[in-house]
Nanobody, 123 residues
Framework: VQLQAYGGGLVQAGKSLRLSCVAS????????MGWFRQAPGKEREFVAA????????SYADSVKGRFTISRDNAKNTLYLKMNSLKPEDTAAYFC?????????????????WGQGTQVTVSS
């Protein structure tokens, strides 16, 4: 199983960015997917999750109303559209997959992880 995240970069506060995560080696449409992030010196934290069908989503309070998670099961791809970015959004962003549901509070228990893509927001 491989989860390849990309789309990170350096942006100014207030701007937008879209992350993508391409999955291979699993039946993507059978897996709930999620995004987590980790800033230097901090623990990995939940950002957003989406059910296998895409019919249900959930968000951390810190990104609600600014970030949108979505997926294209035909393309085996997960997305995270980030609007109104803030300096505190600066972190490495990771995608995760789980056969049942994404565990926001226990990230280590999710089945699979991708490598991170760095997002840096300048003030």
């Amino acid at each position: 199983v491989q989860l390849q995240a990309y789309g990170g970069g350096l942006v100014q506060a207030g701007k937008s960015l879209r992350l993508s995560c391409v999955a291979s080696g699993l039946t993507f449409s059978n897996y709930a997917m999620g995004w987590f992030r980790q800033a230097p010196g901090k623990e990995r934290e939940f950002v957003a999750a989406i059910t296998s069908s895409g019919g249900g989503t959930s968000y951390a309070d810190s990104v609600k109303g600014r970030f949108t998670i979505s997926r294209d099961n035909a393309k085996n791809t997960l997305y995270l559209k980030m609007n109104s970015l803030k300096p505190e959004d600066t972190a490495a962003y990771f995608c995760a997959a789980d056969r049942r549901y994404i565990r926001p509070a226990e990230p280590e228990k999710n089945d699979y992880w991708g490598q991170g893509t760095q997002v840096t927001v300048s003030s």
